[in-house]
């Protein structure tokens, strides 16, 4: 067997017995061992056990972090590679195919890409007329606060993705997915804003450590409609006294 294909011992481990026989900082040298920039490979894989603790963070990590522990511009792109993948085979596999309104199947969808963020991240699911997935979309990023996240670009973006119904997902990074009160306001107003559009809002979904809220689950999605009802019914009806009054 030539030099070139013969393993190292961490590789040889790996491949006989799987993460589950290494420790953290085996499993960063397992990584950094396959990678392309050498120079100074111990002192980089000290700091990234250090900083990161595991190879699951440092894979999650933002490119400035990267920047700033790695260095190298090819591992730091194998890294990129490898957080943006999962997410690609699962969108080919999901989109343009029928998709069950199931919280607990987006939450399996999403989390992997989604638990280790360390900043909040608002996507948007496009579903067709016929709950087919067209395309998912990150439209805002950083705190995710009721003044943050803009109902006219969502809106934008539904009609430009010829979508009807909408799923919105997004972390807390806290690892407690439980809705504040500023989650349940700009639920409640997208789901407004949506009747008033015509553009079904189906869930929202708060992904936090190995569990979510769904608003569909908790019946909230349903209250919501139901007070925006009863919110057009009064406005109706006041308008009708209005004209009795006039006339």
Known sequence: ?????ALTPLQEKFSKFGFDALD????????FSLCRCQPERD?????CVKHFGNLR???AASTEELQQ?????????????LQELPTEILKERIVHQPVSKSSREIFDYLYLS?????KEV???????SQNQIIDIEVLFEGRIEYTSVHPREIIEATIKHNAVRLIFVHNHPSGDPAPSRLDELLTRDLVFIGKVTRIEVLDHIIIG???FFSFADAGLIRKYEDEFLNIRIKVLDNRVCLIKDTV
């Open 24 to 31: 953290d900082e085996e499993s960063i040298r397992l990584f």
């Open 43 to 47: 002192r980089v894989i000290k700091r």
């Open 122 to 128: 608002f996507k948007v699911i496009y579903l067709s």
């Open 57 to 59: 963070k440092l894979l």
């Open 209 to 211: 450590e190995n569990r």
């Open 114 to 118: 989604m638990r280790d963020l360390k």
């Open 1 to 5: 067997m030539g030099r070139w294909n």
């Open 69 to 81: 522990f790695v260095g190298c511009p090819a591992d730091i792109c194998t890294i990129k590679l």
